[in-house]
T-cell receptor
């Protein structure tokens, strides 16, 4: 069963605009990760945020985590056509190991028009 | 350039046939995952291993699916007999599971095996 639900399911924007994707999950987590998937390819890890962190940055990516609301958001600033892909959140609900039982959400399909 | 390698990339088989998918995890990784991706169900976790031992295979239909790690460099996922509803992309991923919070907990994915059962 899926732990996370992404919102929106699909998002279309122009190059240069910001893209925001949200993820809601059901149970307590150890960490939350975001992945990207280009069409026909495997998933690529983008960023990991631990349950005791509230915000994290990596280049043009900003991730927030609100454990009280069981939600996370991924912001991509100054989007480029190359950012076109599906984005997934993944939650790790175990308490001891990292890289443990990763459960993925439903994904957001992002289309960035040049 | 370390990466997870999956074979075959594509497989078309007839219903009832046995299918074996193979995965070579990244050297040194102790955690291996098998996922199935379909349009309807998204990414489903089928099973995952740590140090070659299965930790959770509750997502796998036990009557026809089996997953093993004969050694640290090979993970296999078998379907016998295969059915049309098994058509999907199957991903293997590996990572370094550790209680050390300083170890980054990301999973590295292979390119997937696209299975079509006719």
């Amino acid at each position: 069963s899926q732990q996370g639900e992404e919102d929106p399911q699909a998002l279309s924007i122009q190059e240069g605009e910001n893209a925001t994707m949200n993820c809601s999950y059901k149970t307590s987590i150890n960490n939350l990760q975001w992945y990207r998937q280009n069409s026909g390819r495997g998933l690529v890890h983008l960023i990991l945020i631990r349950s005791n962190e509230r915000e994290k940055h990596s280049g043009r990516l900003r991730v927030t985590l609100d454990t009280s609301k069981k939600s996370s958001s991924l912001l991509i600033t100054a989007s480029r056509a190359a950012d076109t892909a599906s984005y997934f959140c993944a939650t790790d609900a175990t308490s001891f190991y990292n890289t443990d039982k990763l459960i993925f959400g439903t994904g957001t399909r992002l289309q960035v028009f040049p | 350039d370390a990466r997870v390698t999956q074979t075959p990339r594509h497989k078309v088989t007839e219903m009832g046939q046995e299918v074996t998918m193979r995965c070579q995890p990244i050297l040194g990784h102790n955690t291996v995952f098998w996922y199935r991706q379909t349009m309807m169900q998204g990414l489903e976790l089928l099973a995952y291993f740590r140090n070659r031992a299965p930790l959770d295979d509750s997502g796998m239909p036990k009557d026809r699916f089996s997953a093993e790690m004969p050694d640290a460099t090979l993970a296999t996922l078998k379907i016998q007999p295969s059915e049309p509803r098994d058509s999907a992309v199957y991903f293997c991923a590996s990572g370094l599971g550790s209680p050390d919070p300083g170890i980054k907990g990301e999973a590295f994915f292979g390119q997937g095996t696209r299975l079509t059962v006719v």
